[in-house]
């Protein structure tokens, strides 16, 4: 094994250039190791940011973890990069950056923040990872436009992917074994995309991901990178798309990773008020270091150019944007304009979604915020934040709170079910019944209905069918679909015997019809996002705690109408929107859901007597605890 060997660069002046102006989106092609020929010598060509850094020495199994002759060589340009080639280095070698500080004696050993790959946790070390991989995925990219378009059914199941099933002997399948039972099941189910909860490295499995470490590698728990890519190959080959929840708010402090990276608080925020999360005991990336925007821009790229992802789901923005965000009084600064919000964080955002709908028209960039900011699904030319689509939290806290009232107290709170269509239109919206409402002490969905066994039941049918009736593209955790009675767990896997038994399998089969329902009625989804789509019937009707409206397409509509209360109400009058013969295309009391068959099976006919200030209406029956969807013959 021959030692480190001068003159040898990936970096051009321009390079250098960008990455100091925070302009670099595209560092993993630089940074890191990569396997290269330098004057008829095959090696590896490594190099990290280390400012503050007065020695870089790379150690690993290639050098005994001896770095003593292996000193990376420091740029002339002041850019703080050191770099260097060693010859005869290999794919799957283990590495680390011994770093010596410049503000301390304290000799740090360091996992490299561009490594591709990493060696199965509690180990730390990277690995050489400069593999090809040819996709199969052409006509999937061609045509994801539309499929990711606001104007289609975006239907999303969300899986945290070591816990969605566990082989025979009780571990997590891998990647390869995911490609071949998770990929036929999403599609059996009708959803249009798959989210998964953060694959990017982390050391802590029940932190699911979002305490990330490796900002440019799928973990090592269920197999190598291309093991990943073939995974994704296997989704675009069915036709659905594969969202990633990215985590750029913050990090954790292990010693191995970027705390602390060269003695300078080099990636955390030196600032306190700044720089630490109190309610994740974590790390907060220092948007101000155009270094750091780089380095996280980069990766949000990496995973769209080198996995072929079709979204990126920004985690906790929220805690991004708002410099008071958890903190009390006295606790954080305001800004120069005398405001909380944290204008570097916010112009970070701004870039990372101009950068990626630039080079990745075609991706979705979709924001988890929670509260009333203005234009976070405004373009950032329009002075928004840049995103496509948003989390309708409002939606989600307001619905859950409603449906876990005894339905006896409904009508004194019937205004609450109907409230997120008073701002729905304000921004794109995604409806989240998310892995955080399941988690915690929050119980399941299926614990947080009220009643007896068959109204629990026929609630959480009801919640399903009004959420994929109500505007906006729909998201489902892994698990709410077999309506687990226990919370998330994530050691252990899905309780799939729950179908063995008769309710439990007609939740499954509810929320796969109305995947296709979603699917097939265009005005279901076609005006998700104008105000024309949707139109009230009646919102007021208190005492039988009933909604009614009209989802309108662009030459079709159909009529949802959907009861609170755990009463058949026979001979119900609805105004209708004209004269016609309706027809009963959905009701989450039909039998194969586990409902008590209580439908409309014959024509319904209109009659010209008024009825909610329309000229027309129809009498007919809505089943109790239940949702119906009506469509002109």
């Excluded at 039988?544 to 079709?556: C, D, H, M, S, V």
Aim: charged share 20%; glycine share 8%.
């Amino acid at each position: 094994m021959g030692s480190m060997v001068k003159g040898y660069s990936l970096f051009s002046e321009f390079d250098i250039e960008l990455f100091a102006a925070g302009k670099h989106f595209n560092l993993f092609e630089k940074f890191g190791s990569h396997i290269v020929r330098h004057e008829g010598d095959s090696g590896c060509y490594f190099s990290v940011y280390a400012p503050a850094a007065k020695r870089v020495e790379v150690v690993g199994d290639f050098n005994y973890w001896s770095g003593s002759e292996y000193a990376l060589n420091v740029r002339w340009d002041g850019s703080g990069i050191w770099e260097g080639f060693i010859p005869k280095v290999e794919n799957g070698q283990t590495y680390k950056y011994r770093i010596y500080s410049s503000h301390d004696d304290k000799i740090r050993e360091k996992a490299d923040p561009y490594a591709r790959q990493y060696e199965m946790p509690p180990k730390t070390a990277s690995i050489v990872c400069d593999k090809s991989y040819k996709w199969t995925d052409d006509k999937w990219i061609k045509k994801r436009g539309g499929h990711n378009s606001l104007e289609a059914p975006i239907s999303v199941y969300e899986v945290h992917l070591g816990s969605w099933r566990k082989n025979n002997e009780g571990y997590s399948l891998s990647y390869i074994e995911l490609a071949n039972s998770l990929v036929d099941y999403v599609v059996d189910m009708g959803f249009s995309h798959v989210e998964f909860l953060p694959v990017m490295e982390h050391p802590f499995y029940p932190s699911w991901g979002y305490l990330s470490t490796g900002y440019f590698a799928p973990t090592s728990r269920y197999g190598n990178p291309n093991d990943f890519k073939y995974l994704i190959d296997k989704f675009h080959e069915s036709g659905i798309g594969v969202i990633l929840d990215w985590v750029p708010a913050h990090f954790p402090s292990d010693e191995h990773a970027l705390a602390d990276f060269d003695g300078s608080q080099l990636y955390e925020h030196p600032d306190r008020s700044k720089g630490f999360h109190p309610d994740w005991n974590s790390l907060i990336f220092n948007f101000e270091r155009p270094q750091i925007q780089s380095f996280l821009i980069s990766s949000a790229h990496f995973w769209c150019q080198q996995f072929h992802i079709d979204g990126l789901r920004v985690d906790a923005v929220v805690s991004m944007i708002y410099l008071d965000y958890s903190r009390e009084e006295g606790e954080w600064s305001p800004n120069i304009y005398g405001s909380n919000i944290y204008l570097a964080s916010v112009d970070m955002l701004k870039e990372l979604n101009k950068s990626i709908y630039s080079a990745y028209p075609d991706v979705q960039m979709i924001a988890e915020e929670s509260t009333a900011y203005d234009g976070v699904t405004r373009p950032v030319h329009n002075n928004g934040l840049g995103f496509e689509l948003k989390w309708m939290m409002g939606w989600m806290n307001d619905t859950l709170e409603y449906f876990s009232k005894d339905p006896v107290h409904r009508k004194y709170h019937h205004h609450e079910i109907s409230r997120s269509l008073t701002y729905a239109f304000s921004e794109n919206y995604i409806l989240p019944l998310s892995h955080d409402e399941v988690v915690h002490g929050k119980q399941s969905l299926l614990s947080k209905m009220p009643g007896d066994e068959w109204q629990k039941f026929a609630n959480l049918r009801l919640l399903y069918t009004y959420m994929f009736t109500h505007p906006g593209q729909k998201l489902l955790f892994m698990g709410d679909e077999l309506a687990q009675a226990d919370e998330w767990n994530v050691n252990n896997s899905l309780p799939w015997h729950l179908l063995d038994q008769k309710y439990h399998k007609g939740i499954q089969e509810i929320v796969k019809k109305l995947n296709a329902i979603y699917k097939k009625e265009t005005s279901l989804f076609n005006n998700n996002y104008v105000q024309s789509g949707f139109e009230w019937i009646d919102y007021s009707d208190n005492e039988n705690t009933i909604l009614a409206y009209i989802r309108k397409g662009e030459k079709e509509s159909v009529v949802v109408i959907l009861n609170f209360s755990p009463v058949v109400r026979n001979d119900y009058r609805v105004g209708m929107p004209g004269k016609g013969a309706y027809q009963e295309i959905f009701s989450s009391d039909a039998a194969v859901f586990g409902g008590g068959n209580v439908i409309n099976s014959m024509a319904i006919k209109t009659e010209k007597i008024k009825m909610h200030n329309r000229e027309w209406s129809c009498s007919l029956t809505i089943p109790p605890l239940a949702g119906i969807v009506l469509k002109l013959k």
